[in-house]
């Protein structure tokens, strides 16, 4: 078993300036159904071992599939959501191999005639949103699972039989980084159509990364090498990183690149190869005879249409040319639907008269820094915070319109998050108005500088450095109410005079 030493990733850029790195991904996504692909069998993640299974499973003989008609519908919602062409009819086919997880000998995918092909999806690198293509979509069932202890294998087939979809990219991702975007964005945009909930930690999603290089400038592609089964953002991004510089080692010393799969050790971030392709299976696909063409009808296709929300990629853009939010902002309210749900809420509650073309931007301030800091040191999602999103956007009002300064905005977040109270209401049980009266803060300035006469003659004697001292006293007074701004203008022209 040949491995390749670990690689720091400054070796990486130099290379670069003459090597181009090309990338597809091959993703599995479980789709969340109550049932299996084929069969009645329950799915659900960390039941005893073996206790999800049927006879169809166990590939008993005599034994038939049923398609699960919820698997087709989340498929087809992911098809339409990535502006794939759908099959009116596809075909199911079976792909022969012989595996103890997998009792039946194949495994019911698609070949030749997938439900997607020609798709699209968003893919956010940093702030740039580019579209990278999908080759296609199709469905399959997920095999059992084998663990080995010593010289004993268990087989555990309760993951038998889920329901999957396999998302194709086409090659054309540059970058380890944006491969492990591209994750997110399926990740994302999965459990924004509540398709999977793609938990990787359960298996849930998954990728195998297809690794080639060239010199900048060819366009024909390299030979690739395929990494299997990669579990974590981080570990496709340090996996293809390797293979990448693996890769153009090998060429610049003289070597070719083996069409192989390798395996990804992530404890020891090393790769090592698994079979190559002239080991690799045939696996003699033919349609499955005992299923029928699979058929998208009007009825699937209007309740997908009729129930597609607003995608993440579109509202990313929406944010920033319509809300007047920064680009790091939009990018993180659209991570997940929830978030970007309650921060519509949130700016739809202002104001009427709340400035149109900025209306999101200090709600997405709050959001984002206070809310969300609130909610994460309580270990809460966004759906449970106490403060509504209707609360929210009266607080950010108080404080555009003046009626209470950004720093007393910030207690009255706070107890607001504490008790759930209504800002406006809290604000005026409390007397916490902030004073923007010119006569009322004159007579307090006047105050200030009476008791304060000696640093006053001081500051008048030079000393400028004293000016955040009398307006200190003033917050001091008022309880922290003054108007700032106000307060400071009025303070600079009191002390000129
Ligand atoms: P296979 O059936 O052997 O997995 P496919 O042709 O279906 O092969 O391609 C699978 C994945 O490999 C796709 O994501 C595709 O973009 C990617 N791919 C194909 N050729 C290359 C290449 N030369 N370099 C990088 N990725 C590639
Ligand atoms: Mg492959």
């Avoid at 106490?386 to 107890?415: C, H, M, N, Y």
């Amino acid at each position: 078993m040949s491995t390749v030493a670990p690689v720091g990733d400054a070796a990486l850029p130099a290379v670069l300036d003459e090597w181009e790195p090309v990338i597809g991904l091959e993703i599995h996504v479980q789709l969340a159904t109550a049932s299996k692909a084929f069969s009645p069998s329950g799915v659900a993640f960390g039941a005893p071992p073996n206790s999800l299974t049927d006879p169809l499973v166990l590939g008993l003989p005599g034994t038939l599939p049923v398609f699960n008609r919820r698997a087709l519908e989340l498929a087809v919602r992911l098809g339409v959501a990535t502006s794939s062409k759908i099959r009116a009819r596809s075909r199911f086919a079976r792909k022969h191999y012989f595996y103890p997880d997998l009792p039946k000998g194949y495994q019911i995918s698609q070949y030749d005639e997938p439900l997607c092909e020609d798709g699209a999806i968003d893919v956010l690198v940093g702030t740039r949103r580019m579209a990278i293509r999908l080759q296609r979509i199709h469905l399959e069932e997920d095999a059992g699972k084998s663990s080995h202890e010593g010289a004993t294998s268990h087989l555990d087939l309760n993951r038998a039989g889920v329901p999957l979809v396999e998302v194709v990219t086409a090659p054309e991702l540059a970058s380890a980084e944006e491969a492990a975007e591209l994750m997110r964005s399926i990740h994302r945009l999965v459990r924004w159509l509540e398709i999977s909930e793609a938990d990787m930690e359960k298996g849930q999603l998954r990728c195998d990364a297809n690794v080639s290089v060239r010199r900048r400038g060819e366009d024909r592609l390299g030979t690739r090498t395929e990494l299997k089964n990669i579990n974590s953002f981080r570990f496709v991004q340090k996996a293809i990183e390797h293979e990448i510089l693996r890769q153009i080692r090998i060429l610049e010393t003289g070597g070719r690149i083996l069409r192989e799969t390798r395996l990804w050790d992530a404890m020891g971030g090393v790769s090592f190869p698994m079979r190559s392709k002239e080991e690799a299976n045939d696996y003699r696909y033919f349609p499955d005879p005992d299923l029928p063409p699979l058929v998208v009808d009007a009825q699937i296709m209007g309740a997908v249409l009729g129930t597609l929300p607003e995608l993440p990629g579109p509202r990313f853009e929406r944010y920033q040319r319509e809300l007047g939010v920064s680009p790091d902002d939009a990018r993180t309210l659209v991570s997940e639907r929830p978030l970007a749900e309650y921060f519509e809420a949130a700016v739809a509650a202002r104001r009427p008269e709340a400035a149109v073309g900025v209306r999101g931007r200090a709600v997405a301030n709050w959001l984002l820094t206070e809310l969300l800091g609130a909610l994460n040191g309580d270990d809460k999602a966004i759906g449970d915070s106490p403060l509504s999103p209707a609360s929210l956007a009266e607080l950010v009002d108080l404080i555009e319109d003046g009626t209470i300064s950004g720093k007393i905005g910030k207690d009255v977040f706070e107890s607001c998050y504490a008790s759930g109270q209504s800002p406006a209401a809290y604000v005026e049980s409390k007397g916490l108005r902030q004073i923007s009266n010119e006569a009322e803060l004159l007579k307090i300035i006047e105050q200030v500088l009476v008791t304060c006469a000696k640093q006053a003659a001081d500051y008048r004697a030079g000393k400028e450095g004293l000016f955040g001292f009398f307006v200190g006293q003033v917050m001091k007074a008022t309880g922290g109410r003054a108007n700032p701004q106000l307060t400071s203008e009025l303070m600079l022209r009191a002390l000129k005079s």
